[in-house]
């Protein structure tokens, strides 16, 4: 497999050039590592500021699961663009088979994804992931996607 060129970190700029999310949507500050095909560790900074806390819930902010898994799978969208030959028109998640949360994740809380692939047959990808603070696992997702 001849994998695409990349330098990391990948930042916001580089990330928004693998996958379509925009703000508020795009749920992914940085990529710190990446080996294609296999592994991808993203980190998403979770804020006071964010519009999702303002409603979620007022006066007790916390950062919901399901932006968790999602933060997850746009993951593992940069980590299966990055290893395909030639380009790829989307990454869609396809089922999320277990999910599990751990902690509460809040406001100043720094979320480190850490997404594994389990198994690959082209057009389809299942991963193993979790949503870690520190050393403290905030959620435990195994998920599918395809990309198209």
């Known amino acids: 497999m ?12 580089d990330i928004k050039k693998c996958i379509p999310h925009r703000y508020p949507f795009l749920l992914i500050d940085k990529v710190t590592e990446l080996v294609p095909g296999e592994k991808v560790v993203a980190i998403r900074n979770i804020s006071a500021s964010d519009p999702i806390l303002q ?16 933060g997850l799978a746009q993951a593992a969208a940069v980590l299966g663009i990055l290893s395909q030959d030639g380009p790829v028109s989307a990454c869609l998640l396809t089922e ?5 949360f751990r902690r509460l ?11 594994t692939v389990k198994k690959k047959r082209l057009p389809f990808y299942w991963f ?12 435990e997702v195994l998920f599918s996607a395809k990309l198209g």
């Open 105 to 115: 994740v809040m406001p100043g809380d720094c979320l480190t994804y850490t997404v």
């Open 55 to 70: 409603g979620h819930f007022p006066g007790n902010p916390i950062f919901p699961g399901v932006l968790q898994i999602e």
């Open 128 to 139: 193993e992931a979790n949503a870690m603070v520190g050393d403290e696992v905030a959620a």
């Open 2 to 13: 001849s994998e695409k060129k990349f330098q990391l970190p990948l930042l916001v700029e």
């Open 96 to 100: 999320v088979s277990s999910a599990r």
